[in-house]
């Protein structure tokens, strides 16, 4: 019985992982995680039905019949209350250099897109503003020090996927240019990044984020503004 417990724990905490419950280590499981801790939950309850069941047969008669008491329930109907839903926000931090490269990090061993290319990016820390959450992330990721009045925004992308935190299921990545810094860039977090080179935003390698890469190619082209995989994407187009 207090397997079954141990297992459940370990549910919520894949699922708070998959769904970056927790601001400081974000989104780092994958539904597959959940669905495995769930699976061990289903075996680790099975083992006692059977035993207190009095066998295998007996637990499957029983099971069969509580399957019919709770598929015969009556679902409530969803609350018609609105109300606001806000999307998380992502600070992201471009660095160029002269020759209009940018500084990206390859994930490592943090549970998302691990190998894969990207900015030095994070989340909001309580009492931040976006800006300054940047800026400290850059910091953190990178080793530099940035100013806020050096700060150029570049581009909001607005987008969704299932395994997205909140009821939304949405992230607003918000994008800044650095042209100027204090440091020389590297790998601060060995933990985190196994590697820091510099690309071109107009080509990216086939190793940048995906919707990383999409953003870059829009920011070369002066684009302020987009938006990824929501179902309305591309009906209507704001001017800029």
């Excluded at 769904?19 to 083992?47: C, I, Q, S, W, Y």
């Excluded at 039905?49 to 019919?68: F, K, N, Q, T, Y």
């Excluded at 160029?96 to 390859?106: H, I, P």
């Amino acid at each position: 019985m207090l397997k079954v417990a141990e297992e459940v724990g370990e549910v919520a905490e894949a699922y708070i992982g998959m769904t970056g419950g927790n601001p400081r280590k974000g989104v780092h499981k994958t539904a597959t995680n959940v669905l495995d801790e769930l699976a061990d939950v289903m075996l680790a309850a099975a083992v006692p039905m059977v035993d207190i069941a009095g066998g295998p047969s007996e637990a499957e008669r029983h099971l069969a019949h509580r399957l019919g008491v709770v598929s015969a329930r009556k679902i409530a109907a969803p609350p018609t209350t609105t109300g606001w839903h806000g999307s998380f926000i992502a600070p992201h931090t471009l660095l160029w250099r002269e020759d209009g490269k940018v500084f990206m990090l390859r994930r490592h061993n943090t549970g998302y897109r691990d190998g894969w290319l990207c900015p030095p990016a994070g989340r909001i820390e309580p009492g931040e503003d976006v800006l300054a959450a940047a800026l400290r992330e850059a910091h953190e990721e990178t080793g530099v020090q940035l100013r806020r009045e050096d700060a150029a925004f570049s581009h909001v992308m607005h987008r969704t996927a299932p395994t997205l935190p909140g009821p939304c299921h949405a992230i607003s990545d918000y994008w800044f240019s650095f042209r100027t810094w204090n440091g020389e860039p590297h790998v601060a977090e060995p933990d985190k990044a196994s590697e820091a080179i510099w690309i071109d935003p107009a080509a990216p390698p086939d190793d940048v984020i995906p919707h990383c890469a999409e953003v870059l190619q829009a920011i070369t082209r002066a684009e302020p503004f987009s938006v990824r995989d929501w179902a309305n994407e591309g009906q209507t187009s704001p001017r800029t």
